[in-house]
């Protein structure tokens, strides 16, 4: 049943939509970091029109959470920008922050770039008490978290919440694309 297809994913929608619910949520979990709940709510909304309708449905969900429930999303994430600070080992990170936590440009920085990389995160901690989390795609990955950083350690606690939701979005939107077979 699985297989990948040439614009991307292992699914086509005709397959998504009719996946039993179990399977639904254990091939989905992975779209908001381990989250079987929300995969379980997505799924709740089949049939889906379209890979975007899926990803609607994720943001939809997100959005519509309170500040204590977007907060407990946020910290199912790893602390990616601490453990690349600090160089510890990034084994307990799912698969795609592994991929981006090992990039070269990430592992090749400069004693100063870490050095002003861990004020940075030290700060964010210490003001939001939650991981960083990013969406990086591209090149110069090390500038955009850099700028990144400086931006957001200027917003206040619910502005900042917002902004990490709204970058889970585009990291779900990325393994979603990973999943299913998109609308060409």
Known sequence: MYR??????????????ALRNEEFEWLFDSVIEKNQAIAKCVGEK??????????DCFHNHLSQLDAYEKRNVVLRYPDFLGKLVSGRSPSSTSSS????????????????QKATMKEYHESY?????????????????????????????????????????EEICKIGDKRIESL?????
């Open 4 to 17: 990948q297809y040439p614009s991307g994913g292992n699914l086509n929608l005709r397959e998504v939509n």
């Open 180 to 184: 299913v077979w998109s609308d060409v």
């Open 125 to 165: 901690k210490q003001k939001f008490a939650m991981p960083f989390v990013i969406y990086l795609e591209g090149e110069n990955k090390v500038e955009k978290i850099f700028a990144a950083m400086e931006e957001r350690l200027s917003n206040d606690r619910n502005q900042e919440l917002n902004v990490t939701i």
């Open 97 to 112: 922050t592994i991929v981006e936590f090992e990039h070269p440009e990430l592992q090749s920085m400069t004693r100063r």
């Open 46 to 55: 089949r049939p889906f029109a379209s890979v975007q309708a899926i990803k």
